[in-house]
Structure formats: structure tokens, C-alpha cells
């Protein structure tokens, strides 16, 4: 996976950059929330993501859960796998609505 595929991912499910407060910015253009922001966003929704690095991996996993199960995914870097949740937490919610 890449940042590309998590920043795809989150737009798919219509975030928006409109406030973009909280946000960098990826070298084509799009802006993403940072770290910290997705922490807010998740907090908005009830839910508290823990983000840890796994040095037997060399990578970064993000974890949370919602009222049906946990959830995780494992990214290159923390902001990759903070970015990649939120799409799936976001997701998740669509689907659940």
C-alpha cells in the first residue's frame, strides 16, 4: 500500500479537505489529515485509535473498535496508517448508516 491508495481510500468515502485545519498536503495536490487529526475525527465518532509502531514488522499498525468488532491496519508509516483507518472507520460507517 502506499499513501496514494489510503488518500484514494479516504476520499472515496467523501471525506472532504474543505477545512483543511489539521492537513498536509501530498505531492500531487491532495491534503490529508494529520496524525493528530485523525485522532479528532475518531474521537467525534466515539472511537479511540491507538497508533504504535512494530519494529519486528518495520512498520506502523493503527487499531480500534467500534460496537461490532476491532479493527487494524498496517501501513510504511504512522501518518499512511492514520490515514488508511480513518478511510476504513469512515467507511464502516457508511456502511453501517
Request: glycine share 6%.
Amino acid at each position: 500500500m502506499g499513501l496514494e491508495f489510503a488518500l484514494d481510500e479516504l476520499y472515496a468515502t467523501g471525506w472532504s479537505d474543505l477545512d483543511s485545519s489539521g492537513c498536509s498536503h501530498h505531492s500531487d495536490g491532495r491534503a490529508f489529515p494529520r496524525v493528530e487529526r485523525v485522532k479528532q475525527e475518531f474521537a467525534a465518532a466515539g472511537l479511540d485509535l491507538a497508533l504504535e509502531r512494530v519494529d519486528a514488522f518495520n512498520c506502523y499498525r493503527a487499531k480500534w473498535t467500534d460496537s461490532t468488532s476491532p479493527h487494524a491496519v498496517v501501513s510504511h508509516s504512522e501518518s499512511e496508517a492514520a490515514v488508511f483507518a480513518l478511510a476504513r472507520m469512515r467507511r464502516s460507517q457508511l456502511v453501517n448508516a
